[in-house]
């Protein structure tokens, strides 16, 4: 080896471990130049390439190098990494594992391996590999990294925070570390702590790509739209001839946040041109789209326009939220069975289930909700601790959906706690009035908010939870159904149009309870309720909203939204008159001796915690009043 050479090969490495990927491919290809047969030099060329995300190349340079050594592991760890950038986890598995043949001492074979068994979501496995290793090598910092991102996949950010730390202390230069510690103190809420730590170290390697990346996801984690705009536009014209076509996609989300809508737009069409079938472009581009209330123009784009010969799931499940925010029942009940059978995940599961009971009724809806329980049942529980609970969160739903009380407790109890704090609490709540020893307990001391919708019932929704009440707001919170009197049974309170028809019943059902009409001033009312009834109906005038609502199966929840729709609007000629007939049968109700258990509450009015408290016996909590829905005039 000539000094020349030598000299060259140890640049590329210094230029490699340093990040600054540019300069090692020239140095690489130099000591090529300088020994043709440099093994190590053009070993060194494959992983820069690599590196660069040249990886048609990078696998050809390391496959002519094992062409002429077949037993050289460093050939087929590249192999294995350039696997690993396709997404192809098997074959990267498969070449590792040949490496750990040859070479069964061989750290990099080892952490190359624990790499792919974290990739496929064998995440103790890797672990337990890392672990190993640390214990040789106290000091290998690719280990300590490996069981950062393993404490990341299970979602333990405080444990990977401690290993990026370590692996810090070890090689404080190194990128990746840098990388870590930014994402754990970011999913830990200390964003301000991971913006110091990148722009600390972008400043001291100005050359280098990944930390200005990752100060542009950071700002759009953080939803500082502008200035993510600024850092994508810094980092595309900093590194032209690196551009990847996911910076283009997140700088047009960050411009459809920023209220450039049409701009992003163009901006994702141009990408489709290039890459018709490119996956991130075409759900972002829905997604855009589709905030566009309805949402016809993105579901005829799936159905009759640009995507209408693709067949993917992620499009099929687009498909599903369109047509629910578009009120197509006939196709969401069309697509519904597809996505179940071939749900691919607990997350996909999660996001379906939201979906049936608005779609379906009677024993077609139970049928539907036996046939998603099936499938949840074949899929792997999940290899994070959010997949792991929410899996378990659906299969307590649907239990519950079910009516199957003792399952979904024996689910609960059988189980660790749910990763999602919100649903950990209402379930614990739900099992402690399970278990009561008066289940159902007609003594309870319920609340019940009966004020027609857009009249401030979001806001006192809000206010009970902050109350402590198990509350549901229209639907029933586990299953999806619209509320009735039965899940009176489940909740300390119901509120909204739902509970309206059936107040009466529930009063003398609930001898304890508490009523709580929300009111407004009619005009504002009138023209929430209309714009409501627009976004939601779909309809601009009383009598086409009457007609699609009882039209069976057009609407979502068809004939349980008719029964109350019916009950409360829809006999009576306009919604001005409906809601005066619906004050006088609340009043006359509550007349005389049935007053003392009727709060009249107008949020619009200044009513607040006093009022409110009061009224239920409690203690005025030590925040302010919420108000939820409120429009921007208000």
């Given amino acids: 080896m000539n000094s020349n050479h030598a000299e060259l090969l140890a ?17 690489y290809t130099r000591a090529i130049d300088a020994n043709p047969s440099s093994i190590w030099a053009r070993i060194g060329l494959a992983t820069a390439l690599r590196e660069l995300g040249r990886i048609p190349e990078a696998e050809a340079c390391y496959r002519e190098v094992l062409a002429e050594q077949p037993k050289l592991p460093q050939a087929l760890l590249g192999l294995g990494h350039c696997a690993q950038a396709r997404g192809d986890q098997p074959t990267a598995l498969a070449h590792f594992e040949a490496a750990t043949r040859i070479a069964p001492d061989d750290i990099w074979a080892r952490i190359g391996l624990a790499g ?6 064998r995440v103790e496995e890797a672990a337990a590999r890392y672990r190993e290793i640390l214990a040789e090598q106290p000091s ?28 810090a202390r070890v090689s404080p230069d190194n990128i990746w570390t840098h990388m870590g510690l930014a994402r754990s103190l970011r999913e830990l809420g200390r964003a301000e702590e991971a913006e110091n730590t990148l722009s600390a170290f972008a400043a001291r390697n100005p050359g280098l790509l990944a930390p200005l990346k ?31 076509v996911g910076w283009l996609i997140e700088r047009a989300r960050a411009l459809a946040s920023s209220g450039r809508p049409e701009e992003a737009l163009d901006a994702l069409r141009a990408i489709l041109d290039d890459f018709p079938d490119h996956h991130g472009a075409t759900l972002r581009y829905l997604e855009i789209l589709g905030r566009k209330d309805p949402p016809d123009d993105a579901l005829n784009e799936i159905r009759i326009g640009r995507f209408k010969a693709r067949r993917d799931y992620e499009l099929s499940l687009a498909t599903a939220r369109f047509a629910f925010r578009a009120d197509d029942m006939p196709c969401l009940r069309e697509v519904l069975p597809e996505l179940i059978a071939e749900a691919r995940n607990p997350r996909h599961c999660f996001e379906i289930f939201n979906l049936i009971a608005p779609a379906f009724e009677g024993w077609e809806r139970t049928s539907t909700w036996l046939q998603l329980e099936k499938r949840l049942a074949e899929l792997p529980a999940g290899s994070t601790e959010g997949e792991f609970s929410a899996a378990r969160i659906v299969a307590m739903r649907l239990k519950l959906a079910l009516r199957d009380y003792s399952g979904f407790l024996g689910i609960l109890d059988n189980g660790p706690d749910l990763a999602d704090a919100r649903w950990s609490r209402m379930f614990q709540r739900l099992a402690g009035v399970l278990r009561a020893d008066a289940f159902p307990d007609y003594e309870a001391k319920k609340v019940f908010g009966i004020g027609l919708s857009k009249s401030g019932t979001t806001t006192l929704t809000s206010a009970l939870e902050k109350l402590g009440c198990l509350t549901a707001h229209y639907c ?20 909204d149009a739902t509970v309206c028809p059936e107040f009466e019943a529930l009063f003398y059902l609930y001898p304890n309870s508490r009523f709580i009409y929300t009111t407004r001033p009619m005009e504002a009312w009138l023209a929430s309720f209309r714009q409501h009834e627009i976004r939601w109906e779909r309809a601009t005038d009383f009598e086409t909203r009457r007609r699609r609502v009882t039209t069976p199966g057009q609407t979502r929840y068809s004939t349980g939204r008719a029964r109350s729709g019916v009950s409360l609007f829809y006999r009576y000629g306009d919604p001005v008159t409906a809601r005066l007939a619906f004050e006088e049968r609340v009043h ?47």
């Fill in 11 to 27: 640049n590329g490495h210094e230029a490699r471990q340093s990040g600054n990927l540019e300069a090692a491919l020239v140095s």
């Fill in 116 to 121: 792919s068994l974290r990739a496929l979501g």
């Fill in 140 to 167: 290998q910092v690719q280990a300590h990294l490996g069981l950062g991102y393993c404490a990341q996949a299970r979602g333990d950010q405080a444990t990977a925070l401690r290993h990026f730390e370590a692996a």
């Fill in 214 to 244: 990752a100060l542009a996801d950071l700002s759009m984690h953080r939803k500082r739209w502008s200035e993510a705009l600024r850092r994508w536009d810094e980092l595309i014209a900093r590194f032209p001839d690196r551009q990847d």
């Fill in 476 to 495: 029933n919170v586990f299953t999806q159904e619209l509320l009735t009197s039965e899940d009176a049974v489940l909740f300390d309170a119901l509120t």
């Fill in 588 to 634: 006359r109700f509550f007349d005389k001796d049935r007053a003392n258990r009727l709060l009249v509450f107008d949020v619009f009015a200044g009513d607040g915690w006093e009022k409110l408290c009061g009224f239920l016996g409690r203690c005025v909590p030590d925040e302010p009043f919420p108000w939820e829905n409120k429009a921007p005039s208000e």
